[in-house]
């Protein structure tokens, strides 16, 4: 554990390392992160795949991995979380919760706030559940790739994360889709099987759907609805 530094100073380090280690590679961004803040960082995992747990593990095996549980995923999602838990022993799940279950979500918001509004959905079951985790750590890091969407397109490998007050690193950030698939083949990395049925970019199960041939993989997310990014990134 690093001695703790403040806001400002988190910034400046940040606002440093987006110069510094903007050509960085993968491995470079992810030492830079465990040299830096020991175990004051977390990991995020949307747990589509174990890509980049299985990256971080291999310069810091005991990490914590931050899962949002919004109580609204696929079954197979689930199962990935709890798979990551065996095959990484000394990885440590964050579940973040919402402050509502769902059935008292439904209760003061009315059923089916996700279709109503899911913006509203996202803040109440994302957006607030991150923030009150990543308050306890001084960087995160995310499986964020510039080739997910447009709104990604400029994505740094280090940057400060306004929002939420701390450090966010991208290590995967330049990765095209050939060389994240090409890892996932080459080291064998747990993937939702969901996947491989036509869910290319998972969230919760209600808003996300099979993405057509061809298409955008973030076309499933809200399908029919302007939305496009649940709030943690954008």
């Known amino acids: 554990m690093t001695a703790t530094r403040t806001a400002e100073e988190l910034q400046a380090l940040a606002e440093r390392a987006s110069g510094e280690l903007a050509e960085a590679t993968t491995d470079e961004a992810i030492r830079w992160a465990v040299e830096q803040f020991g175990d004051d960082l977390i990991v995020a995992s949307n747990m589509q795949d174990a890509v980049l747990v299985d990256i971080v593990t291999k310069v810091k095996s005991d990490i914590d991995v931050l899962f949002l549980e919004t109580g609204y995923h696929f079954a197979e999602t689930l199962g990935v979380r709890d798979a990551v838990a065996t095959i990484y022993p000394d990885v440590r799940i964050v579940n973040a919760q919402a402050e509502q279950s769902v059935a008292e979500q439904d209760a003061e918001y009315g059923p089916k706030l996700h279709d109503r509004d899911p913006n509203q959905c996202c803040h109440l079951r994302k957006v607030v559940p991150l923030q009150n985790t990543l308050a306890g750590y001084s960087c995160w890091i995310t499986g964020v790739r510039r080739v997910d969407a447009p709104t990604r397109?400029?994505?740094?490998?280090?940057?400060?994360?306004?929002?939420?007050?701390?450090?966010?690193?991208?290590?995967?950030?330049?990765?095209?889709?050939?060389?994240?698939?090409?890892?996932?083949?080459?080291?064998?990395?747990?993937?939702?099987?969901?996947?491989?049925?036509?869910?290319?970019?998972?969230?919760?199960?209600?808003?996300?759907?099979?993405?057509?041939?061809?298409?955008?993989?973030?076309?499933?997310?809200w399908a029919g609805k302007s939305k496009t990014e649940c709030g943690l990134h954008a």
Do not use: M
């Open 153 to 221: 397109a400029n994505t740094p490998i280090v940057t400060w994360d306004d929002r939420n007050g701390l450090v966010k690193v991208n290590p995967i950030a330049a990765w095209t889709d050939d060389e994240f698939n090409g890892y996932i083949d080459e080291h064998g990395i747990l993937q939702n099987p969901l996947v491989h049925e036509g869910y290319l970019s998972i969230g919760c199960a209600p808003c996300t759907a099979k993405v057509a041939p061809g298409a955008d993989p973030r076309s499933g997310r």
